[in-house]
């Protein structure tokens, strides 16, 4: 049933826009069929992680802030980036965990590793549920961050999938996972 790797060929490669959070590479690519696409736009993000994280009482942690893309403020899961001093992806997660929500200790454990949008983005998003957290400290936010933290049931967390109210997929896919595996 598995086709063998059927991998595009670059012709070429150039980058057009390099910042720390966001790179544009422009390829000219040869598929395997030979159709040729002169400008195919690669994104280059660096890997980014998402925690479920529940505290002993079984409140779902989550935090709720402004999403300038699409104009609305969002229910989501502590995330972030895996920033390159972190010595894995599970570290990222605890300190953004943390920071954004003061949140830490318990059980953790790798959930799921998936893409944004393999078609054009290079990074994956880490997914980990973390279980048993606690209250250990206050907010340490950046300067960019303007989010609170909000304790929900899991019938609120379900509603809130279920009215569209979760609009980040890459928080909806680990939170459905979760409610598939009760």
Known sequence: MEE???AWKTVSSKYLF??????????DMLLPNGNHIPEYYILEYPDWVNTIAITKEGKFVFVRQYRPG???????LCAG????EDASPLVSAQRELWEETGYGNGNWQEYMLISANPSTHTNLTYCFLA???ELIDH??????????????TLEEVKRLLDNNEIMQALNAAPLWKYIASL
């Open 4 to 6: 063998k790797n059927k």
């Open 18 to 27: 390099r910042r720390p959070w966001l790179t544009v590479r422009c390829e």
């Open 70 to 76: 699409i104009g609305r403020t969002c229910y989501e």
């Open 81 to 84: 980036v895996c920033e390159k």
């Open 131 to 133: 279980t048993d957290v």
């Open 139 to 152: 907010q340490h936010l950046e300067a960019t961050e303007d989010l609170s933290v909000h304790l929900l």
